[in-house]
């Protein structure tokens, strides 16, 4: 195949007029197109005047070296994986997130059949759950927004987009794509597959792997690891009726970045642990409506939603930035412990919601934390968010603040265009109240700054939800050149150990734990 790129359109194509589009723009007779692959579609928006549609198309040809003169089209190559020892492997995965799922997926491709053990519901009963605690304040504190099949990235906005660049991201998207995704997110420039659809392509997931031989068990909390001459031999499991113990030679441990008590006692077992860089913020929400109109000005073209990511270093030594960039979407609660505040953003497929949203983030370091622990970062965000819960009115509701009120240090009276989307409700609060000092700073000189980049990012009706502490894990797990912690047998795996940011990196990093254990 050849590919044919920087094709700039105007106007909105299905995709059979597209190909008669580029037959046409690049004089290619229709009839020579043996099969065409849209590789990449993206959105052009950097003059409001000249908003287009860019694609990159590879194209299966009669006769196509008369027609362009062009290097064929390569495909990532995966590489091979050299299966050692299948009878002598008992492999428990801990945590359904992505990287858990990639990884048990990957295992039961390749001849073993892991246990997966989620302290959570399936994801159908998660939705539910999590429902009810956005209708009532009601929390269960195993199962939420961060706990449950399908992990913290199921109620977000299923984004794909990732900075790796690793030949197992074109098998992510496969993969979600065989299980119900949407085609277009193997084209997409920025992929996503929102909270709606990527709960039905888990579910199909985990019936998958179930069908080939694996198992899942839900509602079951890993309270225990036994090691023997420093080398896993077992895992004490905790459900709703009894307490038992399960054999294994491998752990993928793919805990998330809110397995708090997990990591407690990961760390009492002499798992070495290191504290890491992390951020914390608040969401803001605008009028998705002013975000188009900022991004893509009076054009006529039928667009999406718009989109932004924006960032700042400054003077004080901060960085500033947005961070999983909502669009129609809503404030989630996502607390995962009693009495505590946190904060998410969530969209479904069609980001059809009246508000965007995203998180602004302060960069934070261990030399902002007041103990020596691996764990100190831990305690950093907890503080954070049980001040957030006293704030809203301990009753989870979220503390919120006008823009303007924000910069000007003052609470805020009324609500203004922009309604707060937070449920089970919100607080009218003055958020610089339980900030540290160098977040409020910080936080205020890059919306400003923002708002040089975006017009109306600072409109003072602007609203801003308290507090966003989970964007990444605070902890992170060493691991050798076989991905190996300083246990034998235990393979740290995903976000939550300090291996990836987001659905995308996290998959593939689920993938690359299976194969290392299977070349063990």
């Given at each position: 195949?050849?590919?044919?790129?920087?094709?700039?359109?105007?106007?909105?194509?299905?995709?059979?007029?597209?190909?008669?589009?580029i037959a046409k723009k690049y004089k290619i007779n229709i009839k020579d197109i043996i099969e065409y692959h849209i590789v990449k579609?993206?959105?052009?928006?950097?003059?409001?005047?000249?908003?287009?549609?860019?694609?990159?198309?590879?194209?299966?040809?009669?006769?196509?070296?008369?027609?362009?003169?062009?290097?064929?089209?390569?495909?990532?190559?995966?590489?091979?994986?050299?299966?050692?020892?299948?009878?002598?492997?008992?492999?428990?995965?801990?945590?359904?997130?992505?990287?858990?799922?990639?990884?048990?997926?990957?295992?039961?491709?390749?001849?073993?059949?892991?246990?997966?053990?989620?302290?959570?519901?399936?994801?159908?009963?998660?939705?539910?759950?999590?429902?009810?605690?956005?209708?009532?304040?009601?929390?269960?504190?195993?199962?939420?927004?961060?706990?449950?099949?399908?992990?913290?990235?199921?109620?977000?906005?299923?984004?794909?987009?990732?900075?790796?660049?690793?030949?197992?991201?074109?098998?992510?998207?496969?993969?979600?794509?065989?299980?119900?995704?949407?085609?277009?997110?193997?084209?997409?420039?920025?992929?996503?597959?929102?909270?709606?659809?990527?709960?039905?392509?888990?579910?199909?997931?985990?019936?998958?792997?179930?069908?080939?031989?694996?198992?899942?068990?839900?509602?079951?909390?890993?309270?225990?690891?036994?090691?023997?001459?420093?080398?896993?031999?077992?895992?004490?499991?905790?459900?709703?009726?009894?307490?038992?113990?399960?054999?294994?030679?491998?752990?993928?441990?793919?805990?998330?970045?809110?397995?708090?008590?997990?990591?407690?006692?990961?760390?009492?077992?002499?798992?070495?642990?290191?504290?890491?860089?992390?951020?914390?913020?608040?969401?803001?929400?605008?009028?998705?409506?002013?975000?188009?109109?900022?991004?893509?000005?009076?054009?006529?073209?039928?667009?999406?939603?718009?989109?932004?990511?924006?960032?700042?270093?400054?003077?004080?030594?901060?960085?500033?930035?947005?961070?999983?960039?909502?669009?129609?979407?809503?404030?989630?609660?996502?607390?995962?412990?009693?009495?505590?505040?946190?904060?998410?953003?969530?969209?479904?497929?069609?980001?059809?919601?009246?508000?965007?949203?995203?998180?602004?983030?302060?960069?934070?370091?261990?030399?902002?934390?007041?103990?020596?622990?691996?764990?100190?970062?831990?305690?950093?965000?907890?503080?954070?968010?049980?001040?957030?819960?006293?704030?809203?009115?301990?009753?989870?509701?979220?503390?919120?603040?006008?823009?303007?009120?924000?910069?000007?240090?003052?609470?805020?009276?009324?609500?203004?265009?922009?309604?707060?989307?937070?449920?089970?409700?919100?607080?009218?609060?003055?958020?610089?109240?339980?900030?540290?000092?160098?977040?409020?700073?910080?936080?205020?000189?890059?919306?400003?700054?923002?708002?040089?980049?975006?017009?109306?990012?600072?409109?003072?009706?602007?609203?801003?939800?308290?507090?966003?502490?989970?964007?990444?894990?605070?902890?992170?797990?060493?691991?050798?050149?076989?991905?190996?912690?300083?246990?034998?047998?235990?393979?740290?795996?995903?976000?939550?150990?300090?291996?990836?940011?987001?659905?995308?990196?996290?998959?593939?990093?689920?993938?690359?734990?299976?194969?290392?254990?299977?070349?063990?």
């Open positions: 195949m050849i590919r044919i790129s920087n094709i700039k359109i105007y106007e909105d194509l299905e995709n059979d007029k597209l190909i008669d589009f579609k993206s959105i052009d928006a950097r003059k409001k005047d000249n908003v287009h549609y860019n694609y990159s198309v590879d194209l299966k040809l009669n006769n196509e070296n008369k027609y362009k003169k062009s290097d064929k089209v390569k495909e990532p190559k995966l590489p091979d994986i050299k299966i050692n020892n299948l009878n002598n492997k008992k492999v428990i995965v801990v945590g359904s997130g992505p990287s858990g799922l990639f990884s048990a997926l990957t295992l039961i491709q390749n001849g073993i059949s892991p246990a997966v053990i989620e302290q959570g519901s399936p994801v159908e009963e998660r939705e539910k759950q999590v429902e009810i605690f956005r209708k009532t304040g009601k929390l269960d504190t195993l199962s939420n927004v961060q706990f449950g099949e399908g992990g913290a990235g199921t109620f977000s906005d299923g984004k794909l987009t990732t900075g790796i660049h690793s030949p197992f991201c074109k098998k992510v998207l496969e993969e979600f794509v065989y299980f119900g995704a949407p085609e277009e997110i193997l084209y997409l420039a920025k992929p996503h597959i929102g909270t709606d659809k990527l709960i039905k392509v888990i579910k199909n997931m985990r019936e998958y792997i179930i069908s080939k031989g694996g198992k899942f068990l839900f509602n079951t909390k890993v309270i225990d690891f036994n090691i023997n001459n420093n080398k896993i031999s077992s895992v004490v499991c905790k459900d709703k009726n009894s307490t038992y113990e399960i054999k294994c030679s491998h752990v993928i441990l793919a805990i998330g970045h809110s397995s708090r008590d997990t990591f407690q006692k990961l760390y009492e077992k002499g798992i070495n642990m290191e504290k890491k860089n992390f951020s914390v913020g608040l969401r803001i929400e605008h009028l998705q409506e002013d975000i188009n109109k900022a991004q893509y000005g009076n054009s006529k073209l039928h667009l999406p939603p718009a989109d932004y990511k924006l960032s700042c270093h400054l003077p004080n030594g901060r960085s500033c930035y947005t961070f999983c960039m909502c669009p129609g979407g809503v404030v989630i609660a996502s607390s995962s412990e009693e009495n505590t505040i946190v904060t998410n953003g969530m969209s479904n497929f069609l980001r059809e919601g009246t508000n965007a949203n995203s998180a602004v983030l302060v960069n934070v370091t261990p030399d902002d934390f007041k103990s020596n622990s691996p764990l100190a970062g831990i305690y950093f965000q907890k503080d954070l968010e049980e001040k957030a819960f006293n704030l809203g009115g301990k009753n989870y509701f979220a503390p919120v603040q006008r823009v303007e009120d924000f910069l000007n240090n003052r609470k805020s009276e009324f609500i203004g265009k922009v309604k707060p989307s937070y449920l089970p409700g919100v607080t009218l609060s003055n958020l610089q109240e339980i900030l540290p000092d160098f977040v409020t700073d910080t936080l205020k000189q890059g919306i400003t700054y923002f708002d040089t980049k975006l017009k109306g990012f600072a409109n003072p009706d602007s609203i801003l939800t308290g507090v966003e502490t989970r964007s990444s894990s605070p902890v992170k797990i060493p691991r050798d050149e076989n991905l190996v912690s300083n246990i034998l047998g235990i393979y740290p795996c995903g976000e939550g150990v300090g291996y990836a940011g987001g659905i995308m990196s996290a998959s593939v990093d689920g993938i690359k734990c299976s194969i290392a254990v299977l070349e063990s």
